[in-house]
Every structure is written in C-alpha cells, then in structure tokens.
C-alpha cells in the first residue's frame, strides 16, 4: 500500500489533447490524378510559428461534419508558419476535404507520434527511399536535413514512381538533382510520355547506381506501398544497415493519435505513440507490425 | 491506509446521509442479472450478486457521449452534464479494472472527460463471495488495495472500512458517530479467517502463468481459425469486459447547417471496421487476427509492458459470449492446442 | 455558406410503405426537411410532384415487377446519389425470404392460382441493388427516425452520414440487456445490424433481424449455436432467412452446398 491516494487527486487542470484548433488552407493544387497538396497556417496567426514538430509526426485532421483522421506532415519544421501536406483520396475523409477549398477552415490537433530520430541521425550518412505516397513523410525528413545539411554526412536520395505523371512533387526533385551536396536518383517504373530522361525501372535498379556506402554509419528511411518493401529491404540490409538504424514510417486507422481509441494497436505498441516511425528490426519481431500474414497489403 | 469499523446495521444510515454528496447507485437486480442503478437506499441493492452485465467503466466513459459542439468558428469542448455520483457495492475486480483504465486515460495525454467523470465519481467498494466464473484469484485481482474512495469488508457482525482518499474520508466524517477506530485483536483475526475462507472459495482453477510464452508460441496456432469460424462478432466480449477501451468518434450535424456534435461512442476490436484503412486495406480481416489481437493484449501484450495481465478475472466474458469464447477457454485451447467443445 | 438545397424524391416499391410512413412521422422535423432539402417528389407526402433530376433519391421497397425494375433504373439515371431505405429495399424484405430456393412459380400459383394478372409481370423480390447500384443503406423495419435525420442532415451539409456497422448485440450491451442467447433463446442479433438501439431485446423479446444483416456476419457460427441450443435446423434457417434478403439467402445456400458436398 504505498501509494494513498493515486491518481484520484492528481488532477491539474490542463488542455484538452482531444482539441483541434482552425487552421486556413492557403494553398490547394493537384500533384498527381488523385493526390493533392495542401498548404494551411493556424486561423490565429501568433499560433503560427509556435507550432513545432518532428519529421515522419503525424497531425490528426478534421473536416468539420465529416470526422477526423491522421495524416503524416510533408512539410519540414525548418521551414515554420505553415504544414504541408500530400494526400490522396482514398475515402469519405478525403473525399470531404478535397471539397474544401482555399481559404476554407479545417481542424489540426497535434503533432503525433515520434517521428525520425533526427538528433541522433546527425552525422549519420543518410539514405532515403521512397515510393509512390512514401514521399509524403520523407519529403518533410528529406527537406529538414537540407535545410541543416552541415549537420549530416552525405546524403543519398532515391525515389521511384510508376510513371513520370505519378511521381509526387516530381519538378522539386529534378532540380535536387542540380545540387552537389546531394545525390537524387529517380526512376520511374515506365515511361509513358516519352518525355522522361532519367532512370526508368523500379526502385531497386537504382541501388546499382550506389557505389561503396559507409553502412554502418548509415540511417536509412524507407516509406513506400508493400510491395516496395518486399524488395527494397532485402537490398538494403545486404547493404549492410544495421537493421535497426534502417527506418520506415506505418500507417493504421486511429481515431484519437494519443493511445486512447486503441484502433492502431499492435501487440503492446500504439502505432499513434510508439510509432509511427518503427525499425526494420521492430518489423521483423513484431508479427502484426507490417503484417507478414496473407492479408496485409499496404503500408505508406 | 485508515480502517476503520462500522456496526453492520449503520449502513443504511450512513449511505442515506451520503447522499448529501451526489447521487447514490448501487447494484440492483434485471432479470437474472444485475446492473448498477440509481437508488434511494440500501435496500434496494442486492449486495450478494457478483458481477453486473457490465462493469463501472459506463460512469467514467459512456457508452456514447458528446466531446465536442462545432460551428464554423470551431471546436468548443462539452463539459460539466456530468452528475456527482456514489457508486456503492464495487467489487475487488472491477476496482482493478478502473485502475487500469485510469492508467490508460489519466497519463500521458489526459483524457478530459473521463478525468472529469472520475472526479465526480466516489467508489465505495464492497467486498464479494466468488462464484464458478469468478477467477480473480488467478489475476492477483481478489483483493484490493488503492483506487477506491471505501471500502467496505463484510465480517458477518461488523464492517471494516478502508479510508482511501481524502473524499472517501469526508464521507465518513458526515457521520463519524457511525465509525470508530477501535480495532482489537478479534478484528484481525476475522479478517485473516474472512480472508481465508474467500481463498476457499473459489471454484475456477484457471491459471494464467506463462501465457505470455503460449501466446508468443502459439501465432501461428490453428487454434485461432477454429475460434474465428466460431465467434459471432458480436463484440459483447469487449462491451462487457472492464479494461476494454477502445472507441469510435463520429460527427453529427443539424439539419440544414454545419453545427454540430463530435460525438464518442464504445468501439470493438472484434468489429471489420475497426482496422480498416481508408483505400480498403484492413489489418485484421479475419475473426482470427482479431481474437488473437484480444487476447494478445490481455494476456500477453499488457504483462509484458505492466507485469500484469489486463484481466482482472471478473469473468464476464465467461457470462457473457454465447459461443463460450472467453479467457478461461481461449488460454486452455492455446495451452492444449485444442478448442473446447 | 452559400448552397443550394439538394433536390430529393422518395420513392416506394414493393413493400409496406412503412419507411415513407416514418419519414412523415419526424412530425417535428418534418418542416426542417422540407425547409433543408427541395422535396421534388414524394407521392405519399404531396400531389404537385416533379419528375426530374435529383440530388437524392431515397427508395424504398424491393424490386418485383417489370414495371417497377423500368421505374428504379430510371430513377438511378436521374440521380446522383441513390439510397436504400428499409430493409426491403436493402436486403429484399421478408418477401425474398426464399430467394435462392428455385420456389417462385409454386408459391405464385399457390397466391394467385390461375388468375391471369395482365398488370405488370411479376418475378421473385430482390433488394435494389440486384439491379442498380446503391450508394448508402439505411435498413430497418422500418426505419429509425434518428437514424434517417441524421444521415439526411450530413447529405445535406454535404457529408458522408456514418451509420453503425456493427451487430445490434453492442447496442443491446450498451442498454445492459441479458443475452438472450446465452439464455438458450432463438435471438438474431448477432446477424442483424445495429441501429435500432436494441430496442426488442431491451424488452426481453429477442431480436427477428427486422435490420437486416450485418456486413461481417458467421451465419454457420449462429446456426452451429443454436443447433447445439436444441433449435431444428429448418427453423433456424426460416427464422434467419426471414428479413436476411439475397446476403443471407447467398451464404445460407453455400453452407447448404458445403454440407451436402461434405456428405458425399
């Protein structure tokens, strides 16, 4: 009996971390067929800049009479005032907010979950890989070491798309490849406009492209649909990534992204607090994680 | 921790003067089966019974209540409908399950309304007599020793009440002519035979040690397809069971406007929907994956992170699954790697 | 906000007229709806109906005639969005209790004997969407008011209405109901969606399924139960046949394969 009273009269008064603040969608433009990006700063602009955040964190959304929902920032918070964010539309959620338009209001509680490592990443050589809607949290890690780029030793960024018009914020990435302080390699699985120049093929013929990589001091962030992962981890740990500094960002149904609703349980972890950004390590003991059962299908 | 005695015959004084307080509720019979209900007095409880149809975590988190109105402007928190209520005749078990959702809901990210709820909710606790579903003594639940505001053991002739918060010690100096903290050695004696013979009584010989091993071993157990073509999917399991927390949240809006209410309503991880992505992917499609998610979170996931499991032996489930999917049968089928008929 | 008020007809089948009926029921939020929404045709409601283009069509009733199927196909066509209300409409009703068993002729003649009925040509009900596709179901025997307001105010405000999925053995959990079938009794519930609020069993009647099926429901898991409980097998297929429509008549059907296959 050591506790005499526990929780019964801790009780501090404190904000409701169910609370969705309004936020303005700035900008809204198609970056693929059904994937848009959105651009949204708080209604109250003093909130603006003190809004911080983690790359791979997730925000929980909400478009008002339509529910709520996580969806991972594509922005970095080396470039504060706004999130960014990349989304496709896959339900009634989206369906509602890509009815939305600019300067329309939607609710943003948050930032969520752990996000990437990004401290104990700096001096690390870093690799990123990315397929399809993989890009919307790599994109915020990818722009983050950018933007602090003395703090990491060399970068490596690799990016497939089915097509030319599939691939997400496709100009940005060609003119990173104008950059000497990064390597940018993209490919696409095929070529249907002719006018593509650069790699075509999946994401894995550019690891032929890599030349000797220090892999022991090298953090790999991996994010794609399954498939992906199916062929692009057996690469990367024969690279010799340790598997645990090999990185990759999950996605579940969450309803709360504070360990309340339960939904994105996984054994003993929530994804919302635990995750979302697991190693490959965690992956491979954890059953349910990347479900290596018949039915899993997609991870982004 | 302050114990002190109570004359048996005080009770229905000292509850009648409580009511000062808040509202008084307390168990009370529905057809074969109890449900804890509002009352004006003791009399009306049946303190013999052992478990309601389901347990105290409807006062602390509703079935189905409104977190937040919204209009354009936004988002503003719906607070203070909740009464203040004394909920008496809480048993061992279901205390132990509050504990465990108060560790859910009260760290890490607060949950405002069920911190509200719990606020306003005094539990006095009583103790019980286990039947053949009871199973406490194999969860470390049959006894109690914080979580509560009283509690209350029933020694034949007298009560010995346990003090155990600074609201519970209100109550009781509401009427501290009814009290006195005048223990001799015949109290300690009853209460180590009383305890003796609640050991005693317990027919249930389920055991639950090492079950985190069986589960990690038993995965990929066929057991599991024979118990998913088995479950109804009815969720009453996750309904009826004191640590299951899981919900769902939706919005609802006025007729002809974009007012409205989010609204929280309890949600099962025995449902399809529950983890189903947008785009159609779903986790746990099959009735398998989610009793193994179930039981994976009672009785392995949870010891392993807390060093107990998240069962608390009311053996509702037991009482409750018509096809007699339950953790007494799910732990034995894993264990024997056989269903039971 | 600036919007138009989305142009709705409700329209009646083969059934009870019971749902229609419920609509007209919401005595206090009748004007709201009527105010929210441009009501272009609802026969049951008003005389001056206009046949036209629509936001919303909500139908109700199964499809048994030929003169019905042109009808349903045509309302589809002027439609953006088509909604099924009641579980005839949803799931066929009772009168398709015994789709999938090849009985149609015998139980016409066994009806209407050699009485020649020149009206339309009748066939063996079937829910709408044996011939045109639904977009939302709002089941029920009839309909709960609550139910239909809030998924007509959501349509309204232009968002997706969120109706429960799950058996309507939560919602009876919820109300603290016993279980009837843990009791041994014939109960339904675990087949039938929620929505209702358990309103039968919260007074200890068992539930008939009059919502209709779930989405994710173990027809062989209840039939094993209650076959075990001492229920005959061909009271426990009528009985979850009843309101079970084409879903329940499908997997019942291939259960019955199975066995057979299994015999052989």
Not at chain 2, 218 to 241: A, F, I, R
Not at chain 3, 169 to 183: D, V
Request: aromatic residues 10%.
């Amino acid at each position: 009996m050591k506790k005499m009273c526990v929780v019964l009269d801790d009780r501090e008064v404190q904000d409701n971390p169910f609370q969705p603040d309004m936020w303005r969608i700035v900008r809204k433009y198609p970056l693929t067929g059904d994937v848009n990006f959105f651009q949204a700063r708080p209604v109250d602009v003093d909130e603006a800049l003190k809004f911080n955040f983690v790359p791979g964190q997730f925000i929980m959304m909400s478009v008002m009479g339509e529910g709520e929902a996580p969806f991972c920032v594509s922005s970095s918070p080396s470039r504060p005032g706004l999130l960014e964010f990349c989304i496709r539309k896959m339900g009634t959620m989206t369906e509602s907010l890509f009815a939305l338009k600019e300067n329309q209001t939607l609710g943003i509680r948050g930032p969520y979950g752990n996000g990437f490592p990004i401290e104990k990443m700096e001096g690390k050589d870093i690799m990123i890989v990315g397929g399809g809607m993989g890009v919307a949290p790599l994109r915020s890690l990818l722009l983050y070491i950018l933007d602090n780029r003395d703090k990491f030793g060399n970068v490596t960024y690799l990016h497939g798309a089915r097509t030319p018009g599939d691939m997400l914020f496709r100009e940005e990435f060609l003119q990173l490849k104008e950059r000497d302080d990064l390597r940018c390699l993209l490919t696409v699985d095929k070529d249907d406009t002719g006018m593509w120049k650069d790699k075509i093929g999946v994401v894995t013929t550019l690891f032929k492209d890599l030349g000797p990589i220090d892999a022991k001091n090298t953090v790999a962030a991996v994010c794609g649909p399954p498939i992906m992962y199916k062929f692009v981890m057996d690469y990367v740990v024969k690279l010799g990534i340790p598997k645990h500094q090999i990185l990759m960002t999950l996605e579940r149904r969450m309803k709360c992204g504070v360990g309340k609703c339960g939904h994105c349980a996984i054994e003993y972890l929530y994804t919302c607090i635990d995750g979302p950004v697991f190693s490959w390590w965690d992956v491979i003991h954890m059953k349910e994680l990347i479900g290596r059962g018949a039915n899993d299908k997609t991870i982004a | 921790m302050m114990i002190l005695k109570m004359k048996k015959e005080d009770l229905p004084a000292f509850l009648d003067s409580v009511k000062e307080w808040g509202e008084l509720w307390g168990p009370v019979k529905k057809g074969e089966k109890v449900t804890y209900a509002k009352v004006d007095a003791l009399s009306q409880m049946d303190l013999k019974a052992t478990r309601t149809i389901i347990p105290p975590k409807k006062f602390l988190y509703p079935q189905r209540f409104t977190m937040f109105d919204f209009d354009q402007d936004g988002y503003v928190e719906r607070k203070g409908d909740v009464p203040k209520r004394i909920l008496f005749g809480i048993h061992p078990c279901d205390i132990h399950g509050i504990l465990i959702m108060d560790k859910l809901f009260l760290e890490n990210y607060k949950d405002p309304y069920y911190a509200e709820r719990r606020e306003k909710t005094l539990i006095l606790g009583h103790s019980c007599i286990p039947d053949d579903k009871c199973m406490c003594i194999a969860t470390n639940t049959d006894f109690i020793a914080e979580g509560f505001d009283l509690f209350f053991t029933d020694l034949k002739m007298f009560y010995l009440v346990w003090v155990g918060s600074t609201k519970g010690h209100d109550l009781v100096r509401m009427r501290p002519d009814l009290f006195s903290r005048d223990l001799d050695k015949n109290d300690i004696l009853n209460y180590t035979e009383y305890r003796k013979w609640k050991t005693a009584q317990f027919k249930s010989n389920v055991d639950f040690t090492g079950m985190p091993d069986v589960f990690e071993l038993g995965y990929n157990s066929p057991v599991w397809d024979q118990l998913g073509d088995k479950c109804l999917s009815c969720g009453q399991c996750t309904m009826v069971c004191p640590t299951c927390n899981c919900y769902n949240q939706v919005d609802e809006v006025e007729l002809g406007s974009l007012e409205g209410t989010r609204d929280r309503f309890w949600d099962s991880c025995m449902f399809r929907e529950y983890s189903l992505v947008a785009g159609g992917h779903n986790f746990r499609d099959k009735r398998a994956d989610r009793l193994r998610l179930w039981y994976t979170h009672k009785l392995q996931a949870y010891i392993g992170e807390f060093g107990k499991p998240a069962c608390v032996g009311c053996g509702r489930c037991v009482a409750t699954c018509p096809v007699d999917i339950n953790v007494v049968t799910v732990s034995t089928a894993l264990k024997e790697q056989e269903v039971g008929k | 906000m600036t919007k138009q008020s989305p142009k709705i007809g409700v329209y009646g089948f083969t059934g009870c007229a019971g749902d229609q009926l419920m609509i007209l029921n919401c005595e206090d939020q009748l004007v709201d709806i009527f105010g929210a929404t441009e009501v272009r045709s609802f026969v049951m409601a008003k005389s001056d109906n206009h046949e036209g283009e629509l936001d919303v069509a909500f139908v109700e009733g199964s499809i048994s005639t030929d003169e019905q199927l042109r009808r349903v196909k045509e309302i589809r066509e002027r439609s953006k969005v088509l909604i099924a209300i009641g579980t005839c409409a949803c799931h066929g009703g009772p009168q398709a209790m015994k789709l999938g068993e090849g009985k149609f002729d015998e139980m016409y003649k066994k009806v209407y004997g050699n009485a020649k009925i020149t009206l339309a040509k009748a066939f063996e009900a079937q829910p709408v969407d044996a011939f045109v596709k639904v977009d939302m179901y709002i089941p029920g025997c009839p309909i709960d008011k609550t139910e239909f307001l809030t998924a007509v105010a959501k349509l309204v405000a232009g968002r997706h209405p969120y109706l429960y999925k799950f058996p309507v053995c939560t919602e009876c959990k919820w109300r603290e109901n016993e279980c009837i079938l843990y009791n041994g009794k014939f109960c339904a519930g675990p087949l039938t969606k929620a929505g209702c609020g358990a309103i039968c069993p919260s007074h200890n009647i068992p539930c008939v399924g009059c919502w209709g099926p779930t989405d994710d429901l173990n027809v062989s898991a209840e039939y094993d139960l209650l076959k075990e409980k001492g229920y005959k097998p061909e009271e426990i297929i009528q009985k979850i046949k009843k309101f079970g429509g084409a879903k329940v008549a499908q997997i019942v059907g291939e259960l019955e394969k199975k066995k057979k296959e299994a015999k052989a």
